[in-house]
């Protein structure tokens, strides 16, 4: 028997090419699906913790995406800034692959980033 995955489903894997972001809304809050240079899929929140920039606009660079308001670069598995002048971390979900479907669960942060207060 395959175990169900959790989370929701949020894309087809394969509408995401390698170093391109997709944003999307829960609840109202924008969470950043990112495929790094390798092809993993991630999930992060998308407002820059350094002022309100989507972080799904910027590059993607190795494991990391950069926030084109002043430079901060993220490590897309811990959340946290590389780099000033973002300090703080941006949360990071857990994401389950089953087959080309990428399901994410909000309520499972990895990180010690504040979790989103979903509805
Ligand atoms: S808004 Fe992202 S680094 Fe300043």
């Not at 993607?60 to 811990?78: K, N, P, T």
């Not at 973002?86 to 990895?110: K, R, S």
Request: proline residues 7%; aromatic residues 6%.
């Amino acid at each position: 028997m395959t175990e169900q995955p959790k989370g929701e489903l949020v894309c087809k894997a394969n509408e995401i090419q390698p170093k391109q972001a997709l944003r999307i809304l829960i609840d109202d809050f924008p969470v950043a699906i990112v495929k790094d240079s390798m092809g993993e899929i991630h999930a992060i929140g998308d407002t820059c913790s350094h002022a309100d920039i989507s972080l799904s606009e910027g590059e993607v660079e190795g494991c990391a995406i950069e926030c084109w308001g002043h430079g901060s670069q993220f490590d897309l598995r811990s959340g946290e800034p590389l780099q000033l002048p973002a300090y703080d971390p941006v949360p990071v979900f857990a994401v389950e692959i089953h087959g080309d479907d990428v399901y994410v669960d909000f309520t499972n942060v990895l990180n010690g980033a504040e979790a989103p207060n979903f509805s």
